[in-house]
């Protein structure tokens, strides 16, 4: 359903925000200016992800969710991937 689709994005850019917020606190050696930048990147992914769950394509639900969910996929691994290149 919509609602724990959107419940399963906030939780994954919750999860992925915090890794990122701990990196730039306690993380010696970590670029502050990527983490404030990365953080108000996951901020707008999350944002992004879940109007599109609001607004659903009619007609092609399963080939919409198929795109949706390889999307936010890759964008979590890109999002990542900058996680590690913090330090």
Same mark, same amino acid.
């Given at each position: ?12 850019? +919750? #999860? ?9 606190? &306690? *993380? $010696? +050696?970590?670029? =502050? !200016? =990527?983490?404030?930048?990365?953080? !108000? ?6 944002? #992004? &992800? ?6 659903? #394509? $009619? +007609?092609? *639900? =399963? +080939? &919409? ?8 996929? !890759?964008? *979590? ?7 590690? =290149?913090?330090?």
């Amino acid at each position: 359903s919509s609602r724990e689709r959107k419940k399963t994005v906030n939780y994954i850019s +919750g #999860e992925l925000f915090s890794e990122c917020l701990i990196n730039s606190m &306690f *993380v $010696p +050696g970590t670029d =502050k !200016a =990527k983490a404030d930048e990365l953080m !108000a990147e996951i901020l707008k992914m999350q944002d #992004e &992800f879940i109007s599109r769950i609001s607004h659903t #394509e $009619p +007609g092609n *639900v =399963k +080939g &919409f969710y198929k795109k949706f969910r390889s999307d936010f996929n !890759a964008k *979590v691994n890109e999002i990542i991937d900058a996680i590690a =290149k913090l330090n």
